[in-house]
């Protein structure tokens, strides 16, 4: 009785306010990472029938992807439905010293992030040879440098935060702002489809959607994404010519790693008392209305998102079978 009068509460706001529902949204991203799987296979198909497409159109590839794949299909259930786009997604601006102390965050939370990935790395290697499923060419010149940055840095700033520090935050914000963070946050995590960068992407998850609801702006969602996937690549693009001997992840290695993530953490947290006081009366949190558990129970047993976790597994499973 709680799951369908919950349902048809749902469905009676929506008609009547035109408001994102969990409902909505969980199938928003069934739907995005069905068409991610099914886009993935058939470039998979056309480089085995052709040979290189993917290699020699990679970049071309994902950013098809960002806005076919992730873009359109949010963007078309919001229209359809007549959602407020402007009121979902916070189109409002962040302010000038959010914004600054967002990216003077971004530096040691690209690096705790990286440390979190390191324990799955460090754990997984024992299971056998972990193939490198990294599909981003790596830039060789200034120039390549811009054309990645666009692809890798501002298409997925703009498309996958108005997926999910848009319309998925504004869904779940209804069970309490801060549940909504974190849901959001692990959302994003799987999202991903690597199983060597969950953690990270759900530290980022949780802390983009932190800025967001403090700032009551998708745009600050928006830099922090931009902000971390260009320190990413310009980090990559520095370490090019630098060989790696081995790719072995020691239990050393994995010490030193955690403990400068936890030395950036500490910066991570001390600037977010800035943040907070920055942000302080920007916009009222809602609080939960329900407990961890019930929540925990709904949203694991949302035929959607069983669908998601399922093809997670599944892809995951493949993954770590590949040879």
Known sequence: MYFLYKF???RINAAVNNKVTVTGANKVFMLVLVINIVFSFVTELVDIAFGKILDDNMLLILIMIQFYCILFPTLFYMIRNRI?????????RPGLLPSFLI???????????????????????????LPDNSPIPI???????FVTLLVIAIAPAICEEILHRGL?????????TMKAVVITGIMFGVFHFDINNLLGPI????????YVVRTNS?????????MNNFLATIMQYSLKDVEKTSNYYTLQNLGYSLLFGAICTAFVLLLLVCFKLATEGKYKIRESQTTVKNDVISIISHWPIVVSIVLYIIFIGLYLMAP
């Open 103 to 129: 990216i003077l965050i971004s530096g040691p939370a690209l690096y705790a992030a990286s440390s979190l990935n390191s324990i799955v790395v460090y754990l997984l290697q024992f299971i056998g040879h």
């Open 8 to 10: 048809l509460t749902e």
């Open 218 to 226: 998708i745009f600050a969602g928006v830099i922090a994404h931009f």
């Open 139 to 145: 830039p060789q010149n200034p120039a390549e440098v």
């Open 203 to 210: 530290f980022l998850g949780i802390l983009f959607g932190y």
């Open 168 to 176: 998925l935050l504004s869904a779940y914000e209804n069970r309490g």
């Open 84 to 92: 407020n786009i402007k009121d979902a997604l916070r189109f409002n």
